[in-house]
């Protein structure tokens, strides 16, 4: 399935991303996306046993990997909300000779760092989320000003485990209105984020 011979780039037609969710709980029925950000192409695995095997394969016999792709890995959990950091794995000569790439995944559902995440849609109107993960549990706040500084309101969040708030069922909701329940107006605003050991900032804008 391979070719390497001098000068020539290694390629495969078929190949396998396999591995463990490595921890102490249960993770069937996760959902594996492994994505080639070369090619952009996409495999998808469900994890049984924690375990997970997710293949591609060009059936005309198409290179559909080469040594030193970057293969981007993620994890949902059963109800689609992330659960992991996004993993990189770098294609070696090994992996292509052998069509596989064995990876053992930990840290699941454990994010780390803070971070607060560029809010979608962007440039919205008249409503926005705002996703966010915390590496500690924390109580959690988040309160948008306009461009001069005023305070429009405050998302009070309340206490969040530690976990990843990226999807829509789990991010921070704001429906364009002010503290008095009055549509803010088009323009510049900024969000920040913050618990008792963390704080960020972050831009976004209304176009109405």
Do not use: C
């Not at 495999?43 to 293969?71: E, H, I, K, P, W």
């Not at 981007?72 to 959990?77: C, F, I, M, N």
């Not at 069922?169 to 364009?176: H, K, S, V």
């Amino acid at each position: 399935m391979t070719r390497g011979d001098r000068g020539v780039t290694q390629e495969t037609w078929a190949f396998v991303v396999s591995g463990k969710l490595d921890g102490t709980q249960t993770y069937d029925g996760y959902h594996i996306t492994v994505r080639n950000t070369r090619t952009n192409t996409v495999m998808t695995a469900q994890v049984s046993d924690n375990y997970f095997a997710a293949a591609t394969a060009d059936l005309s016999r198409r290179s559909v990997v080469q040594v030193g792709d970057a293969l981007e890995l993620t994890v949902t959990d059963t109800t689609g909300n992330v659960a992991s950091e996004k993993y990189i794995f770098k294609v070696t000569p090994d992996n292509l000779a052998n069509a596989l790439l064995p990876v053992i995944l930990d840290s699941i559902g454990q994010p780390n760092k803070d971070q607060l995440l560029q809010n979608y849609p962007n440039p919205f109107n008249p409503e926005t989320w705002i996703p966010y993960q915390l590496s500690v549990a924390a109580p959690v706040s988040i309160s948008i000003y306009d461009a001069t500084g005023g305070l429009v309101r405050t998302l009070t969040m309340g206490y969040q485990s530690e976990g990843f708030y990226h999807n829509r069922g789990r991010a921070a909701y704001w429906d364009g209105r002010n503290a008095l329940g009055e549509q803010v107006a088009s323009g510049v605003y900024f969000y920040r984020l913050e618990t008792p050991s963390f704080q960020q900032t972050r831009r976004m804008i209304i176009l109405k």
